[in-house]
């Protein structure tokens, strides 16, 4: 009953952001949304409901079951991606070295801020 009632709460709010990008008209895709107001939900709550956390847990032990579209989808467009091969690899590779600066700067962020809050508590 666990994981249907964290299900749930995870579909409402991909529902919700859905429905926000619909009605909005936004370039961000609505689970993207929901993850964001997920992630405020949770920490303003400063805690994850057992369900959730529960059923997070399941999804990410399957995930590897989650790359199989995608994995169909490069098999069935194999001739495209061999035709335009240099775009793609440059776009990768500066999309990966994006994503690993940013999320360098992002945990150095969160070192700094803790570091800061624990020095103060202390």
């Known amino acids: 009953m666990d994981f249907l009632n964290g299900i749930t709460i995870l579909l409402i709010y991909e529902l919700a952001g859905e429905a926000i990008k619909l009605l909005l008209q936004l370039p961000i895709p609505?689970?993207?949304?929901?993850?964001?107001?997920?992630?405020?939900?949770?920490?303003?709550?400063?805690?994850?409901?057992?369900?959730?956390?529960?059923?997070?847990?399941?999804?990410?032990?399957?995930?590897?079951?989650?790359?199989?579209?995608?994995?169909?989808?490069?098999?069935?467009?194999?001739?495209?991606?061999t035709q335009e091969w240099l775009p793609i690899s440059i776009t990768l590779l500066l999309s990966t070295a994006v994503t690993m600066a940013t999320t360098a700067a992002i945990m150095l962020g969160t070192q700094r801020l803790f570091s800061k809050k624990v020095s103060t508590d202390a």
């Not at 920490?43 to 995930?63: A, E, G, M, P, W």
């Open 30 to 81: 609505g689970p993207v949304l929901g993850m964001i107001f997920l992630f405020l939900t949770l920490i303003s709550q400063r805690h994850v409901s057992h369900s959730v956390d529960l059923t997070s847990k399941v999804l990410l032990s399957h995930l590897s079951l989650l790359f199989i579209p995608a994995g169909v989808g490069v098999m069935v467009h194999f001739d495209r991606i």
